[in-house]
């Protein structure tokens, strides 16, 4: 005999109640999940229970965009029935759009500070913990990207500097030449006119025995000349 038709109403059974919302909960969560990841769709999920617990199921955890886009989705095809209709409901539903919106983000603020965690399951907690590593690593990325852009623009700046420094250097080293060339040409001048003088002759240098020898000579010729002299003059006298 085949199953018959299951009457769906409310569980009295308190115990039976809980178990059985646990049971279909995990299901519908498996379900949406599948068919995100078979048919390539954004879904999202959310279950409150009787006692306000929540349960949600949001593709690539982005709950936050996907009820967006379903609210400018709702948007465009209310302005296509009613274009030029604008009520009071209108605003009013617009107040609590965007009350909702604030508090849920108000709500995932506390949760990336680590607040208000009670109510999370561990599933929820898990997912919280997956992006909050994710955004390390992005602003850790981000921040090795800034470091090693200052470095190179660092490095750029003292390339920059030093070829200046050299740049410097070369100026003044042919400054120092340009003031040190007309001294040069002074100092080949003088030089120059110094070698034009006429040069002084050699003196005759005699040593003390040579001197002595001629000396000797003269002495001996004188002798010579006056020894007859000296013989006349003896001569008459001893007449």
Same mark, same amino acid.
């Given at each position: 005999m085949g199953r018959g038709r299951v009457q769906l109403k409310r569980i009295e059974n308190k115990i039976n109640r809980q178990v059985t919302f646990s049971k279909r909960s995990t =299901?519908?969560?498996? *379900?949406?999940?599948?068919?995100?990841?078979?048919?390539?769709?954004?879904?999202?999920? $959310?279950?409150?229970?009787?006692? =306000?617990?929540?349960l949600e199921y949001a593709t690539d955890s %982005?709950?936050? @965009? $996907?009820?967006?886009? /379903?609210?400018? /989705? #709702? /948007?465009?095809?209310r302005q296509l029935v009613e274009p030029d209709f604008e009520s009071q409901g209108n605003w009013t539903f617009e107040y609590s759009r965007l009350k909702a919106k604030v508090e849920v983000?108000? &709500?995932?603020?506390?949760? /990336?500070?680590?607040?208000?965690? +009670? #109510?999370?399951?561990? *599933?929820?907690i898990q997912s919280l913990e997956q992006q909050l590593d994710t955004a390390h690593k992005q602003i850790r990325l981000r921040k090795?990207?800034?470091?090693?852009? #200052? $470095?190179?623009?660092? @490095?750029? *700046?003292? &390339?920059? $500097?030093?070829? @200046?420094?050299?740049l410097l250097a070369k100026k003044i080293k042919e400054k120092e030449?340009?003031?040190?060339?007309?001294?040069?040409?002074?100092?080949?001048?003088?030089?120059? +006119?110094? +070698?034009l003088l006429p040069q002084p002759l050699? %003196?005759?240098?005699?040593?003390?025995? @040579?001197? +002595?020898?001629?000396?000797?000579?003269?002495r001996n010729q004188l002798d010579l000349t006056l020894e007859p002299f000296y013989s006349c003059h003896l001569g008459c006298f001893a007449a």
């Amino acid at each position: 005999m085949g199953r018959g038709r299951v009457q769906l109403k409310r569980i009295e059974n308190k115990i039976n109640r809980q178990v059985t919302f646990s049971k279909r909960s995990t =299901g519908l969560l498996k *379900k949406a999940h599948e068919i995100s990841v078979l048919c390539d769709a954004q879904v999202a999920l $959310i279950v409150f229970s009787n006692k =306000g617990k929540l349960l949600e199921y949001a593709t690539d955890s %982005c709950m936050e @965009q $996907i009820l967006e886009r /379903y609210e400018r /989705y #709702s /948007y465009a095809e209310r302005q296509l029935v009613e274009p030029d209709f604008e009520s009071q409901g209108n605003w009013t539903f617009e107040y609590s759009r965007l009350k909702a919106k604030v508090e849920v983000l108000q &709500r995932n603020h506390r949760h /990336y500070l680590g607040e208000d965690l +009670d #109510s999370l399951t561990l *599933k929820e907690i898990q997912s919280l913990e997956q992006q909050l590593d994710t955004a390390h690593k992005q602003i850790r990325l981000r921040k090795n990207q800034l470091m090693h852009e #200052s $470095i190179t623009e660092l @490095q750029r *700046k003292e &390339r920059a $500097i030093q070829e @200046q420094n050299n740049l410097l250097a070369k100026k003044i080293k042919e400054k120092e030449k340009a003031a040190a060339q007309p001294q040069i040409q002074n100092w080949e001048q003088q030089n120059h +006119d110094l +070698d034009l003088l006429p040069q002084p002759l050699p %003196c005759l240098n005699i040593g003390g025995t @040579q001197q +002595d020898e001629f000396l000797q000579v003269r002495r001996n010729q004188l002798d010579l000349t006056l020894e007859p002299f000296y013989s006349c003059h003896l001569g008459c006298f001893a007449a």
